[in-house]
């Protein structure tokens, strides 16, 4: 450690050789007599000055100039800072243990759970519920209303559109064939999750897929391609329906009304798009409708 006292008449500059050993995990500090250092007796201002003029004289660089004035402000204004830390800003619905990166984005009457992370350039729309332990991002889009419940994971390349379910402990991936020593982060495969899709607990999902709108994962699946609107099961999805869309005759339609008479809605299927359709102008026996509840 070493001192100068400018106060002093002699012997301003000091050496303090101390020394610190740890036993049993505890410091223990050793100190030592100071020892002088020589300095030559001369005006610091009157020097100063005088390697100013000798500069400007040889057109040389100084020891020191303003960039370092610049750079000794800036480490003392950090320190500064350091000493009286700003309370970190508290959002409606956000656990305090919830760490958010820069540049994130969140929307109105989202809430957030314990110990939850949001990483940078992540955007998360409104009226979402998150739950806890998920780690969302970078760089990924998750729309209104999305319920992601605890210790799940959404990684680069995964987007959720609106309505989206993602069930405990579910899985998405990002890479296909991941490797400890081989960094392949350029070799993303994007996941796209459509509006109103439900992944069960604990599915995984391979990348590079697509999961229709309204699609179902059941609880334990593994989805290795696309899937259109449909639902999955077991160890390997395999479609068993389409969108609960099923082949329905008027009479089937009414007798399912006379059965849970709050069903007022009904949807036809045709190729990948689902839309309303009014049950009054369903015909023939194999018309392919749904009715929601």
């Keep these: 450690m070493a001192v100068l006292d400018d106060l002093e008449p002699e012997h301003k500059?000091?050496?303090?050789?101390?020394?610190?050993?740890?036993?049993?995990?505890?410091?223990?500090?050793?100190k030592a007599d100071a020892q002088t250092v020589a300095l030559e007796w001369i005006e610091p201002l009157r020097a100063e000055c005088q390697h100013f003029l000798d500069c400007i004289g040889t057109r040389t660089m100084p020891r020191t100039d303003g960039r370092e004035g610049l750079r000794v402000l800036e480490v003392l204004r950090r320190c500064e800072a350091a000493l009286h830390p700003s309370a970190p800003v508290k959002l409606p619905g956000v656990h305090e243990t919830v760490a958010i990166d820069e540049d994130v984005t969140i929307g109105e009457g989202t809430t957030i759970w314990h110990v939850s992370h949001l990483l940078r350039n992540?955007?998360?729309?409104?009226?979402c519920r998150?739950?806890?332990?998920?780690?969302?991002?970078?760089?990924?889009?998750?729309?209104?209303?999305?319920?992601?419940?605890?210790?799940?994971?959404?990684?680069?390349?995964?987007?959720?559109?609106?309505?989206?379910?993602?069930?405990?402990?579910?899985?998405?991936?990002?890479?296909?064939?991941?490797?400890?020593?081989i960094r392949r982060m350029h070799e993303l495969r994007p996941t796209l999750v459509r509006r109103g899709a439900t992944l069960g607990a604990n599915c995984t999902i391979l990348c590079g897929v697509t999961i229709g709108q309204y699609a179902f994962v059941g609880a334990g699946a593994v989805v290795?391609?696309?899937?259109?609107?449909?639902?999955?099961?077991?160890?390997k999805s395999c479609a068993i329906g389409r969108l609960d869309v099923r082949v329905w005759s008027s009479d089937q339609i009414r007798e399912w009304r006379r059965h849970v008479p709050e069903c007022r809605r009904?949807?036809?299927?045709?190729g990948r798009e689902v839309t309303p359709h009014e049950p009054s102008s369903v015909v023939g026996s194999a018309s392919t409708v749904r009715t929601a509840a």
Aim: glycine share 8%; charged share 20%; with cysteine.
């Design 224 to 235: 290795l391609d696309d899937r259109a609107a449909v639902w999955t099961r077991g160890r």
């Design 130 to 181: 998150i739950g806890q332990n998920v780690v969302i991002g970078p760089n990924v889009t998750v729309g209104d209303s999305v319920k992601i419940q605890n210790n799940v994971s959404v990684y680069e390349g995964v987007t959720l559109e609106d309505h989206v379910f993602c069930g405990p402990s579910m899985v998405f991936t990002n890479v296909v064939n991941p490797r400890s020593e």
């Design 13 to 30: 500059l000091r050496l303090y050789p101390h020394s610190i050993d740890w036993k049993n995990h505890a410091p223990v500090p050793h």
């Design 122 to 127: 992540t955007r998360i729309g409104k009226n």
């Design 266 to 270: 009904a949807y036809v299927k045709l």
